[in-house]
Structures are given as C-alpha cells and as structure tokens.
C-alpha cells in the first residue's frame, strides 16, 4: 500500500474516494469468491423474472436465505479480515458500524443504460439530500470478483451540491437522462484484487461490462442514524461471533440495534 492510513482518510475526506490497486492477493480472495459465487447462482435462481428483466444488484449477502452458516462465517471473516478492517477503522475511526452488503452484477439487457445518483436520494427529497451530504455518510468498501470497467464518480462530490449540470443529469430532466455524460465524471477501473472504497452519497454510477460482479461492504460511523437500515438476519448471531477473528464491527451494529430495541420498548 502506498502511503500511511492517515494520507487515506485526507484522500477521502477531500474527494470522496480512493483505489488500492492490487491490495488483495488471490489467496485472500478464494473464500470470498466461492461464497459470493453460490449466493449469486442460488439468488438468480430464485429471483429469475427479475433478474432476467431489470435487475443490476442483490443485497444481504450475509443473510441466511441464500448461503450456509459455514459460507456466512467466510463472508464475516473476509469483511473483518485485518486488511478490510485497517482500512474501515482509518476512514471511520469512531465505531464502524456494519450495515450491508451488496452485489453489483451485468443487467441481462444489453440496452439497460446505468444511471448516476447519490445513494441518499432515495429517502430525501432536495432539501434533505442537501443536508445529508453535511452529515456522516455510509462508506462503500467494493471488492471487485473479476476485472470490470469500474465505477464512474464525481470527485469531492459527497461535500458539495451538484452542478446544474449534475442536477439535471441525476434527475433526469430538461431533457437530460441519468445515463448522459457528464464533464465532471472520473472513470475508475477496477481488477480483481483492487479495493475501491466511496461515499454512498457522491454522485456515482456503475459501469457495465466484462464479467462485472462486485462485492460492496456497506459501514457507518455508529454516530450515524443508520441502525434501520441494518438486517438482524444479516448479523452473525452469538455462537458465529466467537468465530469470527474481529467481530467489532458487527459487534457495534448489536450494540446500536439494542438500543434502539430499548427505545421502542421501553
Ligand atoms: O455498480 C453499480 O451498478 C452502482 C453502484 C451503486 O450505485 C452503489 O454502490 O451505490
């Protein structure tokens, strides 16, 4: 890795983002792919009519619909592997929370065009979205599984409010789609071994192509109102955290979740 953890995080609060290139080894991989690999089939399986007419993504990798406790354990121990967590406790020092996972994948159709967005603009309206990129925002940590065209961002967008540019273009009006180019627009591509870690609330799009199938680790700063959007069947329960090599982050997610069990109830 180039650099000190501490230059990371500078890189990130500026722009929003970073790349390691080749931070994984295959080796560090292996268990990864193979877990991923099986949710992905048995996934599309189930979901097949919406796979086959619109789908781009899955979520909750780590639930237990799909996968085997013994492929979930996997999952766990990649997300909190020590090279996962010294970059997730460099960009989020106050309690990394685990939130999510995601699988990003090809649409079927060849004609699906992607679209740019920020992630918070599907709770907030204007006004909110405008508040929510002032506050603490959900950090993606993608792990690519194959080389893919990547990501397209806006750099130093999780801090600033489009252009109008921008702003027409993300919501698709006075006659511009989401999937126009934009001059601000930076291609990232990625290959397997690459860690591309994001603001969920920079203006963002996927690019679609090649053998696209991208792992996204989803964590919050525990200061962050994002307890609802964790799943309890995505947690590794009890007698999974005692094999799990560095259960904080999912630890912290527990802790939050039980206070806010104790604020409904009590
Ligand atoms: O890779 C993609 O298709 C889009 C990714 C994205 O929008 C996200 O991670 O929030």
Not at 28 to 39: D, H, N, R, S, Y
Not at 171 to 179: I, P, Y
Request: hydrophobic fraction near 35%; charge should be negative.
């Amino acid at each position: 890795m180039n650099g000190t953890l501490n230059d990371l995080k500078v890189t990130y609060d500026q722009q929003g983002y970073f790349v390691l290139k080749d931070y994984f080894n295959a080796d560090e991989l292996i268990q990864l792919k193979q877990a991923v690999l099986l949710f992905h089939e048995n996934w599309q399986k189930d979901n097949l009519y919406f796979y086959q007419r619109e789908a781009f993504n899955s979520s909750l990798i780590t639930g237990t619909q799909y996968l085997a406790n013994t492929e979930r354990l996997q999952l766990f121990n990649f997300i909190s592997s020590p090279k996962m967590s010294q970059i997730i406790e460099a960009i989020i020092p106050h309690k990394p929370a685990f939130m999510n996972t995601q699988l990003f994948f090809n649409p079927c159709t060849k004609e699906q065009e992607n679209f740019w967005h920020r992630d918070c603009q599907y709770d907030h309206d204007l006004a909110g979205q405008q508040q929510a990129i002032k506050e603490t925002q959900v950090v993606h940590f993608r792990v690519p599984l194959f080389d893919e065209p990547g990501m397209e961002l806006v750099p130093g967008s999780h801090t600033r409010w489009d252009t109008q540019e921008e702003l027409d273009v993300r919501l698709a009006r006075k006659r511009k789609f989401s999937s126009d180019e934009l001059s601000t627009g930076k291609k990232i591509p990625l290959n397997v071994g690459d860690l591309l870690v994001f603001s969920a609330d920079m203006i963002h799009r996927g690019l679609y192509g090649q053998d696209r199938l991208a792992f996204d680790t989803l964590v919050f700063d525990s200061s962050g109102d994002f307890v609802d959007y964790v799943d309890d069947d995505c947690l590794p329960s009890q007698q999974m955290l005692k094999q799990i090599n560095n259960p904080t982050i999912f630890e912290n997610s527990l802790y939050l979740k039980s206070l806010n069990y104790h604020e409904h109830t009590c």
